[in-house]
């Protein structure tokens, strides 16, 4: 069996082994695990490549070897016992091209790849950009039959460009990628660029228009004149070269410069919000969480923890503060226990995060209730309300205080158990505790009928994209679930500024809160 020959533009000397774009050719000993890459390299010795990118291609020009293409934040030398086994005799053929079959592999084997793939601050990690310039280079000499779709997911509203979006984008293409030697690269602000061989414009315009029909329903397309919103360009490779080579060049440098943006705003300590992940680059993982847990028991949060107002502004008068909540500044918390992570990169670990900081929120909540002048909020969990934890902080508030609690609660930890929402529900209520229901937006907000629920209050979270989002009937639509849920039953939160005041109002609602709000109760204490 010929071996795999894994080469680093980066370094020669195989023991030096670096952050980069990393090429195989013939990688006959490969295995992967997640994002994880074991490769067997010259000399016998194997590496776990820890890969954000990896694509595979048949070579260029007369060379018709399979080649792998990894964009590498990690490698690590890794032990021959356990691993020989696994990679050997398992070739990767031409019927894998465009995509890796997962293989079932040993518990052992997965022990051995932990312990020798350990967490790192990922410093200058190559990226999807550096791969498509590779790309674009090398296919200067060979344009023959060659064509690329540019797919412009970034001007698409903020609500079409989730995670889950951008990833049934990218399936969407599977088909075409693996008839026609194709590639897919993510740019960093979740553009897509398609490139194929051999595809027709006929077949690629085929999925470009299933694509097109997916996000139909976006307002940046519903609402722009007739072919005045392109969501799809093309590039003929033998005409369009020259603009396809600028294109790549351009996304590299603004990733770059993006790059440098965060790394500025972390260094100046402004990350301060939920919306900030991307300054993260390595995602939340069961490791990382046990790490995080073990640390969280000594240490001391009240740093940590932020109040902030909800208000009441009446028709031409001044805000009139109506509830407080308290939190956990989770940008806080990632920046001291896991920094260089992004701990919203999984929703049910970050659950876990949330349940951890419900009881160490339990037990300082006491003390604050004694100073609290309006009713007190915090976020916490559906299994913190079934736990002995909350029935002892029960115990203690019903002593301290007549003030009612409002506990905010999660829409995925909500619906994802049903049954234990029911069951917690009539629990809270029937000892005096009311129940909002956060994190909605406003695609989501109009389809949650709060009375069937039993909640007592809504959060919507503001952002300037509700302004276009919600137009003509839409607009009509929200207005009618906030009269159906109650004006002073909804909070509109994250207000930053008047525009969200101005919105709220518009449509009926009453309660607010965001640092908008702080500003002004500011001004009128001064």
């Given at each position: 069996m010929k071996r795999s020959s894994i080469r680093s533009p980066t370094q020669s000397n195989r023991t030096s082994l670096?952050?980069?774009?990393?090429t195989a050719n013939c990688p006959n000993s490969l295995i992967q695990i997640g994002s994880t890459i074991i490769l067997k390299v010259s000399g016998?010795?194997?590496?776990?490549a820890f890969a954000r990118s990896i694509h595979i291609t048949m070579g260029y020009g007369d060379d018709s070897a399979l080649r792998l293409v990894l964009t590498v934040n990690q490698v690590?030398?890794?032990?021959?016992?356990?691993?020989f086994r696994l990679t050997e005799n398992k070739p990767l053929s031409s019927d894998t091209l465009g995509r890796f079959q997962s293989r079932q592999i040993s518990r052992h084997a997965l022990d051995e790849l932990e312990s020798a793939v350990q967490r790192t601050s990922f410093e200058n990690p190559a990226s999807h950009e550096a791969a498509l310039t590779d790309y674009a280079t090398r296919v200067g000499q060979h344009r023959k039959d060659r064509r690329a779709l540019h797919i412009r997911l970034s001007q698409l509203s903020?609500?079409?460009?989730?995670?889950?979006?951008i990833r049934i984008a990218m399936n969407t293409f599977d088909p075409l990628l693996k008839r026609f030697e194709g590639q897919i690269f993510r740019m960093w602000n979740n553009d897509l660029i398609v490139t194929v061989k051999g595809a027709s414009l006929g077949q690629m315009d085929e999925y470009a228009i299933r694509l097109q029909f997916l996000f139909s329903g976006d307002p940046n397309i519903a609402t722009s004149e007739e072919g005045d919103f392109q969501l799809c360009h093309w590039y003929e490779m033998e005409s369009d070269y020259p603009a396809f080579r600028k294109l790549a060049e351009t996304f590299e440098s603004q990733a770059a410069k993006e790059r440098e943006r965060i790394e500025q705003t972390q260094s100046s300590g402004t990350v301060n919000s939920l919306d900030n992940s991307a300054a993260a680059v390595e995602p939340l993982t069961p490791i990382l969480l046990e790490r995080f847990e073990k640390a969280l028991g000594t240490a001391d949060l009240s740093p940590m923890v932020q109040q902030q107002m909800i208000c009441a502004i009446p028709k031409g008068g001044e805000p009139q503060a109506v509830m407080e909540e308290y939190f956990v500044s989770i940008a806080a918390l990632q920046k001291k226990f896991l920094p260089g992570v992004n701990c919203l990169s999984d929703k049910w670990l970050f659950q876990r995060i949330c349940q951890r900081l419900d009881y160490r929120m339990l037990t300082a909540l006491p003390e604050l209730v004694q100073k609290a002048t309006v009713p007190l909020s915090i976020n916490i969990n559906v299994a913190t309300l079934l736990s002995p934890e909350f029935l002892k902080f029960d115990e203690r508030y019903q002593r301290l205080t007549e003030l009612p609690l409002i506990l905010e609660l999660q829409s995925i930890d909500l619906f994802g158990d049903m049954g234990a929402y029911i069951f917690a529900r009539d629990f809270v209520h029937e000892r005096g505790y009311r129940l909002a229901l956060d994190g909605l937006d406003q695609m989501t907000f109009p389809l949650i009928d709060r009375r069937k629920l039993k909640l007592d209050f809504q959060k919507i979270q503001w952002n300037p994209e509700i302004l276009s989002d919600i137009r003509a009937n839409k607009r009509e639509e929200f207005i009618a679930a906030v009269n159906k849920t109650g004006a002073t039953r909804v909070i509109l939160c994250r207000c930053d500024d008047q525009r969200a005041i101005e919105f709220g109002k518009s449509v009926g609602i009453s309660l607010f809160q965001g640092r908008h709000l702080d500003q002004m109760l500011r001004k009128k204490a001064a």
């Open positions: 670096k952050r980069g774009i990393w016998g010795q194997f590496i776990a690590r030398c890794l032990p021959d016992r356990g691993i903020r609500g079409s460009q989730f995670e889950h979006h």
